[in-house]
Nanobody, 120 residues
Framework: VQLQASGGGLAQPGGSLRLSCAAS????????MGWYRQAPGKQRELVAR???????NYADFVKGRFTISRDNAKNTVYLEMNNLKPEDTAVYYC???????????????WGQGTQVTVSS
């Protein structure tokens, strides 16, 4: 399974960015798609995730500002980030929890990370 993330970059405080992450390979099903982030000197933290059945979870620090969505037909997850703050600066990693064949365990797969910098 390969995950290709895109959409990072530089934004001003109060600005917006949209991240995308497409999963490819021999995938039977994807239960969870989501995003973590890691700022310099800090631990990786969950930003948001979407679970099969349209359930979504957000970290408190992004509620009301970020929106996660997924396109199951494209095995793609999106993260719409609005009202960005300097503290949102981090490398954002997408991940999926996927099953490759029926009846086998689910495993986590990670993308390569995309840099988001919020600065004036």
């Amino acid at each position: 399974v390969q995950l290709q993330a895109s959409g990072g970059g530089l934004a001003q405080p109060g600005g917006s960015l949209r991240l995308s992450c497409a999963a490819s390979g021999r995938i039977f099903s994807i239960d969870i798609m989501g995003w973590y982030r890691q700022a310099p000197g800090k631990q990786r933290e969950l930003v948001a995730r979407t679970i099969t059945g349209a359930q979504t979870n957000y970290a408190d620090f992004v509620k009301g500002r970020f929106t996660i969505s997924r396109d199951n037909a494209k095995n793609t997850v999106y993260l719409e980030m609005n009202n960005l703050k300097p503290e949102d600066t981090a490398v954002y990693y997408c991940y999926v929890e996927a099953q490759l064949t029926p009846g086998t365990p689910h495993f986590l797969y990670w993308g390569q990370g995309t840099q988001v910098t919020v600065s004036s």
